[in-house]
T-cell receptor
Framework: GQNIDQPTEMTATEGAIVQINCTYQTSGFNGLFWYQQHAGEAPTFLSYNVLDGLEEKGRFSSFLSRSKGYSYLLLKELQMKDSASYLCAVNTGGFKTIFGAGTRLFVKA | NAGVTQTPKFQVLKTGQSMTLQCAQDMNHEYMSWYRQDPGMGLRLIHYSVGAGITDQGEVPNGYNVSRSTTEDFPLRLLSAAPSQTSVYFC?????????????FGSGTQLSVL
């Protein structure tokens, strides 16, 4: 079967660093995505990893280990506007992208 | 640039009614898909299309029909609505089907079936 696991909720403080983990077991792998979704809005793309290692994009970084079926999203210098859900998704090939249930991040002052 | 446009934003149906959720994109994307999002379950793929005239089933296709007569449009039809279809529906598109392309999402349709 296909499975993507991530924590349901996390809380962090403004200005801090937070790491959101994602583990996956899928029948195929053609890349891993992270999306951000604010309440009541559509998901928007944050990052893409297909090779092992770290991809950095401003305050956001994403890491992938294909052998471990593991990824994390690192958010630095947290801001209140970063309060949102973060969705881990895997393109399994065959034109299908499947999503985890998402991690709700609360940033407190 | 409108991106991906979904209509309606909200809809209430009675059990057994039919309706069509509309999705259109103006980015000339080959790939289009429909997802539903339920609390605690994340986004689940209903149907997808890799080009005009080509559609296929996703994870949860039962109760839904799709067609793709043009590159721009990908409507989702509920033939006989059931309360289990109460959900938020998102249409998404991407430039190609190679897997490395990010998805662009519409703003969603919140559907309630009574």
């Amino acid at each position: 079967g296909q499975n993507i696991d991530q924590p349901t909720e996390m809380t962090a403080t403004e200005g801090a660093i937070v790491q959101i983990n994602c583990t996956y077991q899928t029948s195929g792998f053609n890349g891993l995505f992270w999306y951000q979704q604010h309440a009541g809005e559509a998901p928007t793309f944050l990052s893409y990893n297909v090779l092992d290692g770290l991809e950095e994009k401003g305050r956001f970084s994403s890491f992938l280990s294909r052998s471990k079926g593991y990824s994390y999203l690192l958010l630095k210098e947290l801001q209140m506007k970063d309060s949102a859900s973060y969705l881990c998704a895997v393109n399994t090939g065959g034109f299908k992208t499947i999503f985890g249930a998402g991690t709700r991040l609360f940033v407190k002052a | 640039n409108a991106g991906v446009t979904q209509t309606p934003k909200f809809q209430v149906l009675k059990t057994g009614q039919s309706m069509t959720l509309q999705c259109a994109q103006d980015m000339n994307h080959e790939y289009m898909s429909w997802y539903r999002q339920d609390p605690g379950m994340g986004l689940r793929l209903i149907h997808y299309s890799v080009g005009a005239g080509i559609t296929d089933q996703g994870e949860v296709p039962n109760g839904y029909n799709v067609s793709r007569s043009t590159t721009e449009d990908f409507p989702l039809r509920l033939l006989s609505a059931a309360p289990s279809q109460t959900s938020v529906y998102f249409c998404a598109s991407s430039y190609n089907t190679g897997g490395s392309e990010k998805l662009f999402f519409g703003s969603g349709t919140q559907l309630s079936v009574l």
